[in-house]
């Protein structure tokens, strides 16, 4: 399969049958997809996020298109408080509309997923994702989390959104669960994941503080 990132992952994972996004906590696999947007735009050194401010430091590359809409908000205003942000792209329908296309899209490029159109009168589009890929990623995912040998970002990254998101379970048995946190509390607890850790939490923090007071 070919390298996909961690917005297009965790798009892929939370993809229903139908190629959409489930009704029923529709509103958190939302937010956690604007939060992983953000996060790999912060990771790739493209925005910085410093006492809560999302700032601009460089131009979208071309290969990043599909995080236009995430971009644009923040170099509109060069910088924008991470709520501000977080709020207006999880509870405009169209802001977050234009993401999820963005990012499905650039799946149909990888060609990871199949593109139709759903919803009344067929105007929404769908992304019916591959079960090979998602297959890869989890398992991925699984021989680092609960395997010996080191993990990366990524995998920390994707498995703290899913978590966040309330669709590991979809992947993981209860069992899994377990040792996949413990895991994670292992790695939270070595220095040098410090900072990774930190970002998430702060990312994480201000979207579950936004999905409680949209929902």
Avoid: C, W
């Amino acid at each position: 399969m070919k390298n996909i990132e961690v917005s297009q992952k965790y798009l892929l994972l939370v993809l229903n049958d139908k190629g959409g996004v489930a009704p029923i906590g529709s509103l958190r696999i939302r937010a956690f997809m604007v939060a992983s947007g953000i996060l790999e735009l912060v990771l790739d050194d493209i925005v910085s996020l410093s006492d809560n401010q999302v700032t601009v430091k460089q131009e979208l590359p071309s290969d990043k298109e599909y995080l236009r809409s995430i971009y644009n908000k923040i170099s509109t205003e060069k910088s924008i408080h991470l709520k501000k942000l977080g709020r207006e792209l999880i509870s405009k329908r169209e802001l977050f509309k234009e993401l999820f296309n963005s990012v499905g899209d650039s799946l149909v490029e990888l060609d990871v997923v199949t593109k139709t159109n759903g919803g009344i009168l067929g105007q929404s589009s769908h992304y019916i994702g591959s079960e090979n890929s998602k297959k890869q990623i989890v398992e991925q995912m699984r021989a680092e989390l609960l395997e010996e040998g080191p993990v990366t970002t990524d995998t920390v990254v994707l498995s703290s959104l899913l978590i966040g998101s309330r669709t590991l379970k979809n992947y993981f048995s209860k069992f899994e669960d377990k040792d996949l946190n413990d895991k994670l509390t292992m790695l939270r607890k070595d220095t040098r994941n410090k900072e990774i850790f930190a970002l998430i939490d702060s990312i994480s923090h201000t979207i579950t503080t936004i999905i409680a007071s949209v929902g």
